[in-house]
């Protein structure tokens, strides 16, 4: 069964801080890896999806890598601003029908 | 707009009641899915199904029903909800393929006293 940790569960942070969001997963099988954002009370927003056979993927100021080998992904925000307060989930696929989400890190930019 | 939309947002109901949460999707998505969102427990997966008439069970499926007889629908079925089904459900679609995100919709908040 595949485990997905995700590593500080909480993070606070001054404004134009760079973050660095860790997320270990068991098995290295994947078939994909997805990062999401949700906001308290609010849906989950896909942020950025990395394929097995991809190092990483860059969107503005996200950037994800991924390293299959070692079951890691980290997701790097640039220059952080408070509108970027929110937690941060990744959720690894070994197939087209079931993602397996970390418990997330909620994230708190201080302005 | 692209979008997946749930209804209600918000429902609280009796023990026993039966009801139903909506869950559509106009992105012509094969694959579409519920999960259930509790804290300390992180996001679970309760249905899935890879097209119409094509339904298999999650991780938790029990006390639940689904059914998909159009591919822009899949509506979740509590036939008797108990106090254990009180939490934060959310759809979810995506084309099939290792390329695609899943998009998922704004949530359901249950709660059953």
């Known amino acids: 069964k595949q485990e997905v940790t995700q590593i500080p569960a909480a993070l606070s942070v001054p404004e134009g801080e760079n973050l660095v969001l860790n997320c270990s997963f068991t098995d290295s099988a994947i078939y994909n890896l997805q990062w999401f954002r949700q906001d308290p009370g609010k849906g989950l927003t896909s942020l950025l999806l990395i394929q097995s056979s991809q190092r990483e993927q860059t969107s503005g100021r996200l950037n994800a890598s991924l390293d299959k080998s070692s079951g890691r992904s980290t997701l790097y925000i640039a220059a952080s601003q408070p509108g970027d307060s929110a937690t941060y989930l990744c959720?690894?696929?070994?197939?087209?029908?079931?993602?397996?989400f970390g418990a997330g890190t909620t994230v708190t930019v201080r302005a | 707009e692209a979008q997946v939309t749930q209804n209600p947002r918000y429902l609280i109901t009796v023990t026993g009641k039966k009801l139903t949460v909506t869950c559509s999707q106009n992105?012509?998505?094969?694959?579409m899915s519920w999960y259930r969102q509790d804290p300390g427990l992180g996001l679970r997966q309760i249905y899935y199904?890879?097209?119409?008439?094509?339904?298999d069970k999650g991780d938790v499926p029990e006390g639940y029903k689904v059914s998909r007889k159009e591919k822009r629908n899949f509506p979740l079925i509590l036939e008797s909800p108990s106090p254990n089904q009180t939490s934060l459900y959310f759809c979810?679609?995506?084309?099939?393929?290792?390329?695609?995100?899943?998009?998922f919709g704004p949530g359901t908040r249950l709660t059953v006293t």
């Open positions: 959720a690894v696929s070994h197939n087209d029908y079931k993602l397996s």
């Open positions: 992105m012509n998505h094969e694959y």
């Open positions: 199904s890879m097209n119409v008439e094509v339904t």
């Open positions: 979810a679609s995506s084309l099939v393929g290792t390329a695609y995100e899943q998009y």
